[in-house]
């Protein structure tokens, strides 16, 4: 059985940082992209950072220069490190993992952990 188990998340002032974890069982992150999304109310889910099977990082344009991706193989855990938070980066924040291989597309998503920035 697969799971991702966010934690991490909560309230913080704007211009605070926060760090979330993904914890994954029953995969290996290093055979995966694996991809930290969001989640604003009445928004659409968005992918903020990826970290691929080889470890290279990419980030939407929003965050880059303040979050960080990365990853530790041997807890299996990745992370997001989130810096200069704003308020706009309110959102519930999920953990996902994919590959494809032989044309067939597995992925799987965390529960979500709740990132609160406000005054």
């Known amino acids: 059985q697969v799971q991702l188990v966010e934690s991490g998340g909560g309230l913080v002032q704007p211009g605070g940082s926060l760090r979330l974890s993904c914890v994954v069982n029953?995969?290996?992150?290093?055979?995966?992209?694996m991809n930290w999304f969001r989640q604003a109310p009445g928004k659409q889910r968005e992918r903020v950072a990826t970290?691929?099977?080889?470890?290279?990082?990419d980030y939407k344009d929003f965050v880059k220069g303040r979050f960080t991706i990365s990853r530790d193989n041997a807890e299996n855990t990745v992370y997001l490190q989130m810096n200069s938070l704003a308020p706009e980066d309110t959102a519930v924040y999920y953990c996902?993992?994919?590959?494809?291989?032989?044309?067939?597309?597995?992925?799987?998503w965390g529960q979500g952990t709740q990132v609160t920035v406000s005054s």
């Open positions: 996902h993992a994919a590959r494809r291989r032989n044309g067939i597309l597995s992925d799987y």
């Open positions: 970290i691929t099977s080889t470890g290279t990082t």
């Open positions: 029953g995969i290996i992150v290093t055979d995966y992209s």
